[in-house]
Nanobody, 118 residues
Framework: QVQLVESGGGLVQAGGSLRLSCAVSGSNFRLNAMGWYRQAPGKQRELVAL??????NYADSVKGRFTSSRDDALNTAYLQMNSLKPEDTAVYYC?????????????WGQGTQVTVSS
């Protein structure tokens, strides 16, 4: 069984920073791409950042403000969010593409609330 556990959300004022973490636990798996998504009230879930190999792609709305990274030794991904804006308020989810016993799976974290006050 594989689990994703997110942490690091909270309430911050506009211009502030937060760092999200997503730890993948389990056994007998290989971690491939990892991504961060967010969903604001009344809106569809959208991609924030996608880490595939050595490259990371960001949504235009967060470029220059958010940085995603991963520590493969810890099976953990991070999302450093700087210069936060009220429009960044959303539930943030991480997603992991995993290969386990030769079969590919997609797992989601439980989500963590980020609220940016103006």
């Amino acid at each position: 069984q594989v689990q994703l556990v997110e942490s690091g959300g909270g309430l911050v004022q506009a211009g502030g920073s937060l760092r999200l973490s997503c730890a993948v636990s389990g056994s007998n798996f290989r971690l491939n791409a990892m991504g961060w998504y967010r969903q604001a009230p009344g809106k569809q879930r959208e991609l924030v950042a996608l880490i595939r190999g050595s490259s990371t792609n960001y949504a235009d709305s967060v470029k220059g403000r958010f940085t995603s990274s991963r520590d493969d030794a810890l099976n953990t991904a991070y999302l450093q969010m700087n210069s936060l804006k009220p429009e960044d308020t959303a539930v943030y989810y991480c997603k992991a593409n995993i290969v386990r016993l030769g079969v590919g799976y997609e797992y989601w974290g439980q989500g963590t609330q980020v609220t940016v006050s103006s």
